[in-house]
């Protein structure tokens, strides 16, 4: 309006226009206004209930349910893309078919904590559900169910980003984030404790992380300074055609631009999740203090400035001008890091309380902490009164979410570290500095003051004059007043820790190869054998009241016994006949994406497929012959295919030149043993016999039709012990590309590797091929493959796993073959991610935990019948020393959850994980346990079903049911995830339900099923999809209620 007087030549003409301009400004304002009334007069949109669902309907929301499931069992740190656009695919079906608020149900579901506990997959699924605008309306009221922590926030800012940008790449237009996300991010800083944003405030995180991307391209520059240009203006790929400067100075390029990728990966991650960025993005403004701290303002200069500011307390002068800040946290691991980790520290944090009297140090980190807070050697009787006494603590266990399985492997990991032989050695180098102290308090006592110091840092005039403090040449150090021991420290495997040469400043300088300093804490105390029995105990009673508060009394309705049945085989594996073949190569030449010419090197581009050379999916091996296949993830035990331990292992391709391969030997701690190569063709055990044995090397295809065939032969029963995983690798050293590769492991029925020499030349085997995998792809791009591993079952050393792993070599640092142990190390540490947890457990420990759960809460809930609950445990399969037909064998059970679980472990020892017929099972469980092959009705209250696969015996259940007389309730419990994979493929039988045994609760949610079928006998037989889903969108009603109640 005032440029329009200013501008006007007529004044009257510029106030009408005035006028006008500022009544149309009022009446936008005034019918945004109405509308904000009307929509606070309505309140949130009304969460919709899921009712009679169409098949249609059914099948959508069911293969959400389980494809998150799927997702979240799998993914580790982040969501793949493929599987992010599956889990969009999932989420866009739900919508269309008109249940656009079960994704979120499915999000709940995932985050509880008593369910999964999964905060990766459930902010993703409500990242797309704020990107869709069918389901915005209800996303505001269920993300406090969804975002716990600012982390949350963090991953779901993240997230949404993503989807965004991919939104915006399609249509080329920037988006605008949606209220409801301004409103989810308001809503929990609003709610923050300041505590908590301290705790997660990103501000020192972010300095630090563009501090270390600088210093990386400096290093760049200084490798390669036309690199380093383009990497400070853009990414830059870590692989493909860096430069000519050789293979050590290109694998360093690569380490930096992949740690490059890393670090701007990081502060993309932290900017999104900055608390700074969100408070200036969602206009929170309740918590006026908390924000004005976490953007770091000034404190008011006046006392209208502070009354305008809204800030707690009265005016202060003296802070006026300074910068608000928050308080640093104080957390266990912070004092941890200031103070060392001495007895001191623990003895601080372990007996450390808050305001109402309750422990600070968290339950989790105690029992993650467990072996180093014994190793303190603390007073046992301040050990029982502050740590022992916590551990069964009923409230403590259900506050931390911790569980059974979790309990019970801090105790294998305590008794796989503290052997007896390590508890002398402990003791010895206890003692020994203990004479050590006592001689320097004995001069203490003599000369007083500042003499002879007090700490490292302060070493007094002695040791001002000696170079270094009294207690040094003793082996003593002083940190925090205690003092440490430099010890040999063993590690797992044996590996002795030392002290390194050199002056010890420098990554990686002053050590020998797997040697490193190593400062302990000097034990008052030394752990006894007697002390540790104490300990297990206090497990023990942790472990049976975390299986109780898993699980509540479980009545089945029914007559006549319950039928626990444990199935040891795994799902049929996976085969390929000649039609098979072809359709495959058929499928694969339609979706294969060809790389131009022009964007890779002439090294690295594909060999050109000659005329009249065929190229089979598998090269080599005769089609028609039934052979498993093995794909990228995949395992099998060895026993489910073979019982022979003179293996041939064979390399089969079409090419123009050499294609090696390599069998490298690993202890369990990753160390290298031996390395069985073209240059190194025969391996001997350490009795002087052949384990594996090259043959000579063929250079390539005989003809266009026939293969190069080179063999490498392994006697698994000649291993010694220390061997605990056989890495497969191949190498491509020329430029040439191989047209087509395949490895195949075949029986040896000619002697195997013993009567064999090196380079010898390749003879028939007169064995069949039991396994084959293609590696043509990834030996086309050229450098080092690692597609295969053999390792031992930890709990079993005799029996052998192989494991296609061709998934994570893809993802390997290097395609350098040079460097070939690095890429072997980088891959192995992949493989057993889970340190001295994954090296301890057993692959089938969830199906035993889910039948001791099972039996403790059947026992409860069927206490009271006459003649006792009558639960009867069965174990089925085929044996390792047995004949080709499954056995049966029953297995008696205590109720003791420790106990049984070595009784079910023992029982299951003796078994292969060899694929049975589930009919064929289920008659023989019944007939072993004397519930079916009699005359006259035989009632039977239910049968409960533990095994790594959901195949549904259909048959043999009509029978027994109607021998039975009644349709009793039958229960799957997956404890692999089978259920995931073949959910369309399996049969869907009446009163038949099939759980993923992954889900912590999947014996409550077992449990809450059965009894809902049980108890309202109106709604039939529902499918076992239509109850999972029906139990999933339970989890929205307390959301439904709070939108009732606005």
Known sequence: AVVCIASSPAPHQAQRTYQATTTSLIVVVNKKKKKRKEKMATGPSAVPVLGDLTPPQLDACATL???????ALSAKGKVPPEQSSLLQQCVDDVVKQGCPAFALAVAIWLRDKKELGNRLISTTLLAICVHREATRPFVRQAASGVIKIPTDLTELRNAYDQFSSEGDAKTETKAKAPCC???????????????QAAKYDSTSKIKRTKKQIKEKLEHLKKLDPDLAKQAAIAEVSAFGKLHSAGAKNEAQVQAVLKRLEELRLKLKKLHGGDLRNMIRHSHAGKQHELIMKVLRKRYPETEEDFEYSHLPGDYDLALVGSRMRLEVPETWDRALAENGNTPKTWADLLTAKDDKGRYSLPYMAMLRNLRNILLMGLNPEFIRKHVLARLPNRQQIQGSGQTATSISNTWSVLEK?????????????????????????????????????????????????????VWA??????????????????????????????????????????????????????????????????????????????????????????????????????????????????????????????????????????????RPPLAGVE????????????????????????????????????????????????????????????????????????????????????????????????????????????????????RAVSVALRECHNGGAGPLQGNHQPHD?????????????????????????????????????????????????????????????????????????????????????RTCQLFKALSEGRRGREGGPDIRVVLTGVKKKGGPEPEAEVVELTGKYDQDLARLAKARKGFTSKAVDADAGLRLALATVGCAGGEGKQPLAGVMRIAANALMPSKALDESRTQAGCAYPYCVIDNRGHILEARKEIPAVKGALVVPGQIESSVSLLRNIVQSMESDPTQGNPSSDELLVHYVDGFLNQFRKTAEKS
Not at 65 to 71: F, G, M, P, R, S
Not at 181 to 195: A, H, N
Not at 555 to 579: C, F, H, I, Q
């Open 181 to 195: 996300l301004k409103k989810i991010l308001g809503d929990v800083i609003d709610t923050l404790p300041e505590f």
């Open 765 to 849: 085997c007169k064995g069949d091929i039991i396994l084959a995998q293609d590696i043509t792809g990834p030996l086309m791009n050229g450098g080092t493959v690692i597609y295969a591993v053999l390792h031992r079952e930890v709990t079993d050393p005799d029996s052998w796993t192989f494991r296609n792993i061709l998934d994570l070599s893809l993802s390997a640092e290097t395609r350098v073959a040079s460097q070939l142990n690095q890429a072997v190390a980088v891959v192995f540490r992949r493989v057993f991610a889970e340190g001295a947890t994954q090296s301890i457990m057993d692959a089938n420990r969830t199906g035993y935990v």
């Open 65 to 71: 349910a389980y494809t998150t499931l799927k997702v």
């Open 473 to 614: 040449p003793c082996g003593l150090k002083k940190q925090g007043g205690c003092f440490l021991a430099l010890t040999h420290v063993e590690i797992r495997g044996g590996n002795v820790l030392a002290k390194g040469k050199g002056k010890g400043r420098g990554k990686g300088k002053g050590r020998e190869m797997g040697k490193i300093e190593k400062w302990t804490p000097v034990a008052l105390f030394p752990l006894t054998s007697e002390f540790l029995l104490e300990v297990k105990g206090a497990i023990d009673k942790a472990v049976e009241v975390a299986a109780d508060c898993a699980v509540q009394p479980f009545a089945l309705k029914g007559e006549g016994p319950v039928v626990l049945w444990m199935d040891a085989s795994n799902p049929p594996l996976p085969s390929l006949d000649a039609k098979e073949a072809i359709d495959d190569e058929e499928e694969a030449a339609k979706n294969a994406k060809v790389t131009a010419a022009s964007d890779v090197p002439d090294c690295q581009a594909p060999a050109k497929k000659v005329a009249g050379e065929p």
């Open 623 to 738: 089609l028609g012959e039934r052979v498993i296949v093995s794909r990228p993830g995949d395992e099998c035990e060895l026993a489910e295919i073979t019982s022979h331990r003179h293996l041939n292992l064979e390399l089969i391709y079409f090419a123009d030149s050499y294609q090696d391969y390599n069998i490298q030997a690993l202890d369990p701690t990753g160390k290298q043993l031996w390395n069985a190569t073209f240059s190194n063709t025969q391996i001997r055990n350490k009795d002087n016999v052949n384990c594996v044995v090259h043959c000579r090397d063929i250079c390539s295809n005989p003809s266009p039709t026939e293969p190069a065939r080179r063999t490498c032969h392994v006697d698994l029963e000649s291993m010694d012990e220390n061997v605990f995983a056989l890495m497969i690798t191949s190498q491509n050293f020329t430029s040439a590309r191989p």
């Open 417 to 469: 570290e503290f052997t007896e032989e390590m508890l002398a050695k402990h003791k010895a180098d206890s003692e020994k500095a203990l004479v050590n102290i006592m001689a320097y308090k004995s001069l203490l006592k003599r000369i007083r003051g500042p003499i002879l110091g007090t700490s490292d840092k302060v070493p007094g005039i002695v040791g001002e004059f000696l170079g270094e403090p």
